[in-house]
């Protein structure tokens, strides 16, 4: 059963049954049983560790755990893990990480760690007066932001500049907001940065003569961002009757409607996040953090618009680009804390955050490929059906076999409903 882990060379993993794809994980990955016992849930989080992360615990909340394959990002195979409930984002994310590989996959990169702290000064006798006193003092405030976490000094990171805003048509009139940029290695930064913001407030309310009144990071993290690109030649894109052409022209056109239009940007987002999210959830990372920001990115230039890009090469391939904010880490919080996140970060053997976020925003590309891909073409519904299916029939009841077997009849019957499941089972049962 050995092959190169990510790829899907010899073993189509999905045809193998939970335990055989353990026992593939074992080979192919180098990782403990243990770890996999941790891995696959059987031995996850306990109430008892859940109790120390958040109040008035009574239990914890299983999701489904699975691994998207084929993923070459950078050139180094990753499997995929994505936690979540909803049916054929893994095998499609998987597919199109497929058709990527004959053209080497996905090529990602990140910008610097440095999120973003907000210091709201208000009651400003002279605003302007004020905001250049604040600049003054840049590297005396710098300083002060420094001795907050000695330890991401040490490791690099750190307070790099500050900047002031003047915000003049406001509810409450003008006030300025001075923010601290911070880079944060390999955290998601949250708690260093609130407490650098926090620190340096008496400093800046003497020097300005105003008030600080919030002081608290930013979501929207333009200065983390994580790019992807792709390219999928054009022999890949056949799809039944469609011609190769007719494929990548499909998608090109479905990519500029969500261009054009926020009701269309919102959905083609949402797809991109189908894959985006799974992956930060997986790794204990916070998926509301990312969701603001990436959609707060998305408007940035006033208009709601696609995170993604697809065009034609001069050989007629199709092209693929992503940009978002991507604030994940590997150290802090619940990367460290949950045993399975720490599992998933050993399977992805990612060495920084920057790597992880590569990863994420390469799923992302991919999962917006399947989605435009499925639309431009036979329309999604099918594959979805297929996979619903087996749902429906799960939730009518149906046990072992029956549940590949039911799912199979309601889809031929174009009736994936849970009454008309009942009564197939009802039947079958007599
Ligand atoms: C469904 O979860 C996601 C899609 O709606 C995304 C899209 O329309 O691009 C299929």
Do not use: C
Request: hydrophobic residues 45%.
């Amino acid at each position: 059963m050995t092959d190169s882990p990510g790829s899907e060379k010899s073993t189509k993993f999905y045809n193998l049954s939970q335990a055989e794809r353990l026992a593939w994980l074992e080979q192919n990955t180098g990782m403990s049983a243990e770890t996999l016992s941790i891995l696959s849930g059987e031995n996850g989080l306990k109430t008892e560790q859940a109790n120390h992360m958040i109040e008035n615990v009574i239990g914890t909340f299983a999701l489904p755990l699975g691994i998207a394959k084929n993923f070459l990002v950078n050139g180094r195979e990753v499997l995929v893990p994505m936690v979540l409930e909803e049916p054929s984002v893994v095998a499609s994310a998987s597919f199109m990480a497929k058709l990527a590989r004959p053209a080497g996959g996905f090529t990602a990169h990140t910008t610097a760690p440095e999120m973003i702290g907000q210091i709201q000064v208000i009651n400003l006798p002279e605003i302007h007066s004020a905001r250049l006193r604040i600049l003054e003092a840049r590297q005396q405030l710098l300083d002060i932001a420094a001795e907050v976490d000695p330890m991401l000094q040490k490791l690099g990171g750190g307070p790099r500049d500050l900047q002031v805003r003047l915000i003049e048509d406001s509810p409450i009139g003008a006030f300025l907001v001075v923010h601290l940029i911070f880079d944060v290695r390999d955290a998601m930064g949250a708690n260093a940065v609130n407490t650098a913001v926090e620190r340096l407030a008496p400093q800046i309310e003497s020097i300005s003569g105003g008030k600080v009144h919030l002081r608290i990071l930013s979501n929207l993290a333009d200065r983390r961002l994580a790019r992807s690109r792709v390219t999928i030649q054009l022999d890949q894109l056949a799809f039944g009757n469609f011609s190769t052409e007719e494929v990548r022209d499909g998608i090109i056109n479905a990519w500029a409607f969500a261009v054009s239009d926020p009701y269309r940007a919102a959905t083609h987002n949402k797809g991109i996040m189908n894959a985006i999210d799974p992956i930060v959830i997986a790794t204990g990372n916070d998926w509301r953090a990312v969701e603001a920001g990436v959609h707060a990115y998305a408007a940035r230039n006033g208009k709601y618009t696609s995170l993604t890009t697809w065009g034609k090469d001069a050989a007629g391939n199709l092209v693929g680009t992503i940009e978002m904010p991507m604030a994940v880490g590997i150290v802090g919080g619940a990367t460290r804390v949950h045993p399975q996140a720490k599992a998933v970060l050993e399977l992805m053997k990612v060495e920084n955050a920057a790597q992880l976020a590569e990863i994420i925003v390469s799923a992302g590309l991919a999962q917006n490929l399947a989605a435009l891909r499925a639309l431009a073409t036979e329309g999604i519904q099918r594959g979805h059906m297929t996979l619903h299916a087996r749902q429906v029939a799960i939730a009518a009841g149906a046990v072992e076999e029956e549940i590949s077997r039911l799912a199979a009849q309601l889809v031929q019957e174009k009736q994936v409903r849970i009454d008309r499941a009942q009564e197939i089972l009802t039947e079958w049962r007599k």
